[in-house]
């Protein structure tokens, strides 16, 4: 899958036959019915085009909504489904200034498209101004069609990634597995940390979640996805480390009855069980002592 960033693009700007427009914030059910309508199209490459960072973050980063996907994890999703290519426009004030056609002529009418396919909800263009009526007249006038694809319902309910994180902030995985049609779970390299946990008896393999705001917070029962050898059940924990004055939102995952060397590996953190709210603790040894009783949690909730 090739990727493509920034605007102006190179001179090597591809044709995409179709091409999808959206935030794909966790390519749930709703994105991946989407990008299957324009692969059945049969009309060549499909494309995507989103934004990096979603545009509320850019304009309020406290009040944004917390993200369900990171660029890594949106990217290997679109790859999983068949894209042929993505768009990453760097959303900042020179793009968030363009008017709605000047939108479609830096961004749209270079890569050629046949066909652009958007939800019915999908807003472009400074202050939101343009929609699926302004989109089809543009179309028209630039020379390509606009599909405006309805929304995709599970059991009765609008699959949204709104509704994907109310699901996530009540620790309902099933139901959020019933609107992503698979398991949530949060990828990344495994990084050096401070090692503390090794000290602690409890070596944990480390992860940036690269969010401004985690859909996900505290202690949790999980299975490592993407090691050589087989599943790894675990015990993992989504927060800054407030006992040992932490500030950097790391994913800490203990692997249970588990000493290889992973440092630099991609894996996959799947997460089954909320166990608890992340705390902050009086004493290390208070602190083990909790560590303890989250593993034999986990454990039991995992078999």
């Known amino acids: 899958m090739r990727v493509l960033r920034g605007l102006p693009y190179s001179t090597t700007c591809p044709s995409a036959a179709v091409l999808c427009l959206g935030t794909f914030d966790g390519v749930h059910c709703g994105h991946q019915g989407l990008l299957e309508r324009a692969a059945a199209m049969g009309l060549g490459e499909m494309w995507t085009l989103s934004f990096e960072p979603a545009p509320r973050e850019f304009f309020d980063r406290a009040a944004a909504p917390a993200r369900l996907s990171n660029l890594l994890e949106r990217l290997l999703q679109f790859r999983r489904i068949g894209v042929d290519g993505a768009v990453i426009l760097r959303f900042n004030r020179a793009l968030a200034q363009l008017s709605p056609e000047q939108f479609v002529v830096a961004a749209i009418k270079p890569l050629r498209p046949q066909v652009v396919v958007i939800g019915a909800d999908f807003r472009f263009g400074a202050r939101r101004a343009g929609d699926a009526a302004r989109l089809l007249a543009l179309g028209q006038e630039h020379g390509f069609k606009v599909e405006v694809l309805a929304d995709i319902e599970r059991d009765g309910e609008r699959v949204s990634s709104t509704a994907l994180r109310a699901a996530l902030a009540r620790h309902d995985f099933a139901h959020a597995q019933h609107l992503l049609g698979r398991a949530y779970a949060m990828s990344g390299r ?113 078999k």
């Open 190 to 302: 495994v990084v050096r940390g401070q090692q503390l946990g090794r000290k602690l008896g409890f070596a944990t393999a480390n992860m940036r979640i690269k969010r401004v705001h985690s859909p996900l917070h505290g202690i949790y029962a999980v299975r490592m996805h993407g090691l050589p050898d087989k599943i790894h059940d675990g015990v993992a924990s989504i927060g800054t480390r407030p006992t040992v004055g932490g500030t950097e939102w790391l994913l800490e995952t203990h692997l249970f009855d588990f000493e290889q060397d992973i440092y630099g590996k991609r894996v996959d953190v799947e997460f089954v069980r909320f166990l608890r709210e992340e705390l902050k603790f009086d004493s290390l040894d208070r602190m083990i002592e909790q560590m303890h009783k989250d593993a034999a949690y986990a454990r039991e909730a995992l």
